[in-house]
């Protein structure tokens, strides 16, 4: 029998093509394409993450879309982080967006920025964007500058967790009457259904499917992601000058969570911060590209989110994405 959802989350059904309200979250360095299309495959939408998919796994952009679709010809979306910082950045995601629309791709997530260039192009061939917020002004600039929907990135979110729970962000969002999706905290179908009947037009999970056969992080990394409890996940700064969620492992302990001062003070001025992002930026890519493909463990700098409490094993996309959907698991 197929699953019945409350009407938000049939109406994004509906709107996306896909059979179920879920969507398998952008990861930098998480997201190889095996993974992206193993949740599309799985009756969500898979989102690709553009520097994840050349940088760390090694594809040419086009190629590596073409490879997804060759494993799934279900839709998968794509996440542009349209953060103003230099010119030949904010050009290859232009093309980037470009050549996947060329290729089919029809859903995308922008992150920070103002989107409206994105939505142009994308509304143009009759595409959605979302838009990641963590609070109302974020969600107002989003909503004014032509967005379809808004992902909702709560406190126990993987990656840049937002400073708000999930109802105090659905309260706080839903008077905008954009669909509203649930980003943080999903591990099993207690908080998915939860966050469904709450009103939420669909669930983005990052951290369970790390814990998933098609995910290529590491080993080391999967077992602690199943490993972790709740108290584990902390915030660190040191990894993009951000609060971003981390396990808690040995490396983070002695490496410290908090900024120095030096850092501080650079990202204290208008000038200073921008070069001081920029180090961040390009120390963070390295520096997470190595600690998810790296099996000894040495190197632990493993984003999650509080999900990990209800994570207990590594599966495959499929049977992670049916045990979120039955409303018995
Ligand atoms: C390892 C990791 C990397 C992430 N990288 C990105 C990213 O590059 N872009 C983005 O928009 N969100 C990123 N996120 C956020 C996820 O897309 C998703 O919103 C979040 O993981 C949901 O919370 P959960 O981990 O509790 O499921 C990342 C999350 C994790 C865990």
Redesign the pocket.
């Known amino acids: 029998m197929r699953t019945r959802f409350p009407a938000p989350a049939q109406a994004f059904c509906e709107r996306l093509g896909v059979d179920y309200p879920l969507i398998g979250?952008?990861?930098?360095?998480?997201s190889n394409p095996e993974l992206t299309a193993a949740v599309s495959a799985a009756g969500g939408i898979g989102?690709l993450?553009p520097i994840?998919l050349t940088y760390v796994h090694g594809h040419d952009f086009r190629e590596g879309i073409r490879l997804m679709q060759r494993l799934t010809d279900r839709p998968i979306g794509m996440?542009a982080?349209i953060e103003k910082s230099s010119r030949r950045y904010h050009e290859r995601m232009r093309t980037w967006i470009d050549i996947a629309l060329e290729e089919g791709v029809r859903f995308f997530?922008t992150?920070l920025g103002k989107p409206d260039w994105v939505v142009e192009r994308v509304h143009a061939v009759g595409g959605l964007v979302y838009h990641?917020v963590t609070e109302l002004k974020w969600a107002r600039i989003g909503l004014d500058n032509g967005v379809d929907g808004l992902?909702c990135?709560n406190n126990?979110?993987?990656?840049?967790a937002g400073p708000k729970s999930m109802q105090e962000l659905y309260d706080e969002l839903r008077r905008l009457g954009a669909p509203l999706v649930c980003?943080?905290?999903?591990?099993g179908s207690g908080d998915f259904w939860q966050a469904l009947d709450t009103g939420y037009a669909a669930c983005?999970?990052?951290?369970?499917f790390?814990a998933s056969h098609e995910c290529r992080a590491s080993d080391v990394y999967k077992q602690a992601v199943v490993d972790a409890g709740e108290s584990d996940i902390v915030l660190s700064e040191k990894v993009t000058g951000v609060p971003v969620?981390v396990i808690n492992t040995d490396y983070i302990r002695r490496q410290g969570t908090a900024l120095g001062g030096f850092a501080r003070w650079m990202l204290a001025g208008e000038r200073r911060k921008h070069w001081m992002r920029l180090f961040y930026g390009l120390k963070s890519i390295w520096q997470l590209k190595r600690s998810s493909l790296d099996d000894s463990g040495e190197q632990d700098y493993w984003?999650?989110?509080?999900?990990v409490a209800d994570i207990h094993d590594i599966r495959s996309c499929e049977s992670i994405v049916q045990s979120l959907i039955s409303r018995e698991a």
């Open positions: 979250g952008p990861m930098y360095p998480c989102i993450q994840s996440n982080l997530v992150s990641d992902i990135v126990r979110a993987g990656g840049h980003a943080g905290g999903i591990g983005q999970l990052g951290t369970r790390i969620s984003q999650a989110g509080k999900s």
